[in-house]
């Protein structure tokens, strides 16, 4: 999409304890409807896919997006082993107030697994942020001992140990678990007095459902839960990194100044499509139409990730979406008892003789279903008109003609 190509910008900034902090500002060309702070999980860093990924689905929405390495990691400066979850905390505060003293201080937190207790923790301190969003995150920083229990007793008898996560070797000092011990955010959640929606895989293995349901109630209302059935806790596959973007941009938007909405990207013009590639899978294509977009690609066994319908399965979806929309309005107007109208599409070939001479034909078959009480007579009338509607009509139209041309 050309207003909304994604700008990208590396930043260095100071972190709670002066270090210099490495950081990223994602954001579309055009205006920015809001700007959104993202922390990531334990040890990672700002380009962790997940991250990576939710921002430049975001951007795509308008939305600008900040995310940095926390003191020690990725390519911040500082040491890891002298930091703890409080630490962090206060570095994601530090984060915002950059944000808010350069650009704008993020309307919306963003974390992802310990990154989401930070923000639960961190929120009272960042008064411009409307909406919170956890994903796949703990209800205590405490949880994160879970992830290093096998040196528990070394680090409790020589006051440090080397764990290795997600392999690579860091030093957790008996700092680090006296901090989280004493890190209680359930508290801090239920006078959050923000929006917030929580992102859980039912089936995490790092991160338990139950956390998703002890932070859902801890919190006040307004606050939402949505199910990421079949992911996993990095968020590794594709489809449900956008899929979290594009709920979480539209559940944000109800919580926007009036302001931040006027300065949303412009909806395209009635009857433009737009269609462009993402750039973020080998065949995927992102298609605009009005305020609405969604993706197409191809199955795996044709080289695509299988992200959204073929283009093939979007022409038969609109052969069959404007065949069941002209049945509903002549059923109105004639006022027919009509429960529900369906249809199922197929492309398909097949062979035939034309003056004699065999040739193979392409074949869509629509099978049209009518749930109600209709006549013989009224259910061949409605078959005509099914053969009028406007894509069929596109579609068989010998005067038809696609002029191209590269621009």
Not at 43 to 69: K, M, N, Q
Not at 134 to 150: L, N, S
Not at 324 to 329: D, F, K, M, P
Not at 349 to 358: F, I
Request: with cysteine; aromatic share 6%; hydrophobic share 45%.
């Amino acid at each position: 999409m050309a207003e909304n190509a994604l700008l990208s910008q590396k930043i260095s900034f100071p972190g709670s304890t002066g270090e210099a902090l490495a950081a990223r500002l994602d954001r579309p060309k055009g205006p920015v409807r809001a700007y959104a702070l993202f922390v990531h999980c334990f040890t990672c860093s700002r380009d962790v896919f997940a991250a990576a990924r939710l921002a430049s689905a975001l951007v795509e929405r308008g939305y600008g997006v900040f995310r940095f390495d926390f003191t020690g990691l990725g390519m911040s400066g500082g040491d890891f082993a002298n930091t703890n979850f409080s630490s962090n905390v206060a570095d994601l505060v530090a984060a915002a107030d950059f944000m808010r003293e350069t650009y704008a201080a993020p309307s919306i937190l963003i974390g992802h697994s310990l990154g989401g207790a930070a923000v639960l923790a961190a929120a009272s301190s960042v008064p411009e942020a409307v909406a919170v969003a956890t994903i796949g995150a703990p209800a205590d920083a405490a949880h994160v001992r879970e992830q290093f229990k096998a040196s528990l007793d070394e680090i409790e008898t020589k006051g440090v140990a080397q764990v290795v996560q997600a392999g690579r070797t860091f030093t957790i000092k008996k700092q680090f678990l006296d901090d989280i011990a004493a890190s209680v955010i359930e508290d801090k959640i239920a006078h959050l007095r923000k929006a917030l929606l929580i992102f859980h895989a039912p089936l995490d293995q790092t991160v338990g459902i139950d956390n998703a349901s002890r932070i859902f109630l801890a919190a006040k209302h307004p606050k939402s839960f949505v199910s990421l059935d079949g992911a996993d806790h990095l968020l590794t596959r594709r489809e449900d990194a956008i899929y979290v973007a594009e709920v979480l941009g539209v559940w944000a938007s109800r919580y926007l100044p009036e302001q931040a909405l006027a300065d949303a990207p412009p909806i395209l013009p009635e009857g433009l499509v737009r269609v462009a590639e993402t750039r973020e899978g080998p065949l995927q294509a992102r298609v605009e139409v009005g305020r609405h977009a969604f993706l197409a690609d191809e199955p795996v066994a044709l080289g695509g990730e299988d992200t959204g319908p073929t283009p093939h399965e979007l022409l038969l979806g609109a052969l069959g979406a404007c065949t069941c929309l002209t049945l509903r309005l002549y059923a109105g107007r004639k006022g027919y008892d009509v429960s529900r109208i369906s249809a199922e599409l197929r492309r398909g070939s097949e062979k035939v003789s034309v003056d004699g001479v065999e040739k193979e034909v392409e074949v869509i078959s629509r099978d049209i279903h009518i749930d109600g009480g209709l006549s013989d007579d009224d259910r061949e009338k409605m078959l005509a008109i099914a053969n009028r509607c406007p894509v069929h009509r596109t579609l068989m139209n010998p005067d038809k003609r696609i002029d191209t041309k590269l621009v």
